[in-house]
């Protein structure tokens, strides 16, 4: 009995070294020796006082009031039924229903088309009040803290 399980140990530590050897010759020896090799990354990692930040958690910078004017105006141009003939009547102090001929659901969709430029929602009651390109412009200055 004793034999057999020997037998079986000694059976199995082959299989095993067998398996090693296949699974070092499918692994390059490039990566092998980065399996080797001893992992010092916590060694080289940075303190946050030494980390730069960038990207997407940069601080925003701060809006002017020109900036807010022409993205609330290339907002409206650039919606997709936005009428051509219309174009000279948009400026800031034009009305969306009397001056540019928008219905209640064009004035949304224009709403819809400023918060996807500027990033943000505008709450239903206060879209409703928005009735021209002015009162959007002051609304986002508001929200934003625009001051120059």
Same mark, same amino acid.
């Given at each position: 009995m004793f034999?057999?399980?020997?037998?079986r140990m000694a059976s199995c530590i082959v299989a095993g070294r067998r398996c090693l050897a296949s699974f070092t010759t499918t692994i390059p020896t490039s990566s092998l020796g980065r399996l080797a090799a001893p992992s010092h990354g916590l060694l080289n990692q940075k303190r946050c006082s030494q980390v730069q930040v960038f990207g997407p958690f940069d &601080? &925003?910078? &701060?809006l002017t009031f020109k900036e807010v004017e022409s993205r609330v105006l290339k907002a409206i141009r650039a919606w997709d039924r936005f009428p051509a003939d219309k174009e000279a009547l948009l400026k800031l102090e034009a009305e969306f229903t009397k001056d540019l001929g928008f219905d209640s659901l064009d004035q949304v969709e224009i709403m819809m088309a400023v918060e996807d430029e500027f990033g943000f929602e505008i709450p239903l009651e206060d879209s409703e009040k928005l009735k021209s390109p002015r009162d959007v412009f002051k609304y986002i200055c508001e929200r934003e803290d625009v001051y120059e």
């Open positions: 034999g057999r399980s020997t037998f &601080p &925003p910078k &701060p």
